[in-house]
């Protein structure tokens, strides 16, 4: 089924013709392929030789729908057009997004593949004249992979400043020792942008222990990729554990100022946050249309599933988890763009919000589909996935809570009230 979009009265032209672009080329080029492009999740049953012929076409295919993304003009909407991305706007960009993730798999089609999106977009706004021409103009032209690595095994993901992992500088290095997880893309990565504490004990770069986001190629001395974390069920994933052992990178590889690490990732998460709930309505867009298709045509019990109360309860709710989820979605991102000191309330509850009610509409569709809804035939096992990880990646919800809680009280503390209408 392809994915109806018309034009949004309340948009700019501007936008609702990208939405119409976008959508035109999902429904021509992407969905009718999705078998071929993404072949490799579904190979069971195959030879080697069959498995490796298989991967090649699919590669082509991956690499020729690059080519004509770059011609329809729609790649790397979220990098400035100076390096050769869309230009759009925040808010152009989550109403691209959602037609986007409506074909699984799609962003990295379109040049927005996480975590390389997030950390080109962190190397336009703190990287120096030299790191962009080293680092961003490889990553963006597809010669080089990276990885964000911030978390680790001994502290609380969910509370940043508890992390550890320390640079100290020597002369004109930083000497860095720590250990990480979770660092996403982390097999393929040349670099990696790696949260650290700074040490500078000749003090001529601030005080001891500030966050700091340091630039490490991932083939420096020192840089042990332990293993790729095996999650739900498989043996290993591109999710890597990894031992910085006196890695030392020249000064220069500071990302940004000293003490600019903290800033930087919260403009990451901040936007992301928004970016990654766009992704999610896109997502239950399509898990709904599967769903709803297949209750037309599936006969059960002398009926067809369409005519079966239990299921027209699940078409309804699943209705209004995405109708909320993507009003909410948007909501947070006009603030976002309008500069509302709300918006971090607002993007707080999309964060819990939206993956929740993602993972409510996938979890019907699956049970509507029954035995096929958890086969690799359909996208629905991996977007269940997805979702379960979404509630806690970025800040597992109870953090979150907390966040909007405290926004309102403080409100109300103040004398005032919350705005609903705002
Ligand atoms: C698939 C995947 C990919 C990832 N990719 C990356 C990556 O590329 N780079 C990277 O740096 N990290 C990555 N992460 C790590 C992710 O960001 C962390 O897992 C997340 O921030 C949570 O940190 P933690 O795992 O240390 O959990 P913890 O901080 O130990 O929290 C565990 C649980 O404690 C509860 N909790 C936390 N705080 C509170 C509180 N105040 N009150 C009540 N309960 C609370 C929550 O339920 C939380 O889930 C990834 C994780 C996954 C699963």
Redesign the pocket.
């Known amino acids: 089924m392809a994915i109806n979009v018309t034009p949004i009265p309340a948009l700019d032209p501007e936008i609702n013709d990208i939405r119409r672009r976008t959508a035109d080329f999902i429904n021509a080029e992407i969905l009718p392929n999705e078998e071929t492009l993404w072949r490799s999740r579904r190979e069971g049953g195959l030879t080697e030789d069959e498995r490796e012929h298989s991967r090649r076409q699919s590669i082509e295919l991956r690499e020729e729908i690059k080519v004509k993304v770059n011609q329809a003009g729609l790649w790397a909407p979220h990098l400035p057009k100076e390096y050769g991305g869309m230009g759009l706007d925040f808010l152009s960009l989550a109403y691209m997004y959602e037609i986007l993730a409506y074909a699984v798999g799609a962003s990295t089609l379109f040049g927005i593949a996480?975590?390389n999106s997030g950390n080109a977009s962190i190397l336009v706004k703190y990287g120096t004249e030299e790191q962009k021409r080293k680092w961003l103009i490889p990553l963006i032209e597809g010669e080089m992979e990276s990885?964000?690595?911030?978390?680790?095994?001994d502290?609380?993901?969910?509370?940043?400043r508890s992390i550890e992992t320390e640079a100290v500088r020597d002369g004109e290095h930083w000497v860095i020792n720590g250990h990480?997880?979770?660092?996403?893309?982390?097999i393929d990565a040349n670099f990696f942008i790696v949260?650290c504490r700074a040490n500078d004990p000749t003090g001529e770069l601030g005080k001891p222990g500030q966050m700091t986001q340091i630039i490490v190629p991932t083939d420096a001395a020192g840089v042990n990729i332990i293993r790729g974390i095996g999650?739900f069920g498989h043996s290993t994933?591109d999710?890597c554990e990894i031992k910085y052992e006196n890695v030392r990178v020249p000064i220069e590889n500071t990302l940004g100022q000293v003490g600019q690490g903290h800033q930087a990732a919260q403009d990451r998460l901040g936007a992301g946050r928004v970016y990654h709930c766009m992704n999610s309505v896109g997502q239950m867009w399509r898990a709904f249309d599967l769903m709803v298709e297949r209750t037309l045509t599936r006969q059960v019990h002398g009926g067809l599933l369409k005519d079966k109360q239990f299921v027209q309860g699940f078409i309804a709710e699943s209705y209004m988890d995405v109708q909320s989820a993507r009003l909410m979605t948007i909501n947070a991102a006009e603030k976002v763009a309008n500069g509302d000191p709300d918006a971090r309330t607002a993007i707080s509850a999309i964060k819990v919000f939206v993956p929740a009610a993602y993972h409510r509409v996938v979890d019907r569709a699956i049970q509507v589909w029954g035995g096929a809804g958890v086969s690799n035939d359909l996208p629905l096992s991996q977007m269940y996935l997805t979702a379960r990880?979404l509630?806690?990646?970025?800040?597992?919800?109870?953090?979150h809570k907390?966040l909007i809680a405290k926004n309102i009280l403080h409100r109300y503390e103040d004398g005032e009230s919350w705005n609903f209408g705002n």
Request: no cysteine.
């Open positions: 996480a975590p990885g964000f690595s911030m978390t680790e095994p502290h609380a993901g969910s509370d940043p990480k997880w979770f660092t996403s893309n982390g949260m999650i994933s999710h990880v509630r806690l990646a970025d800040g597992p919800d109870e953090v907390i």
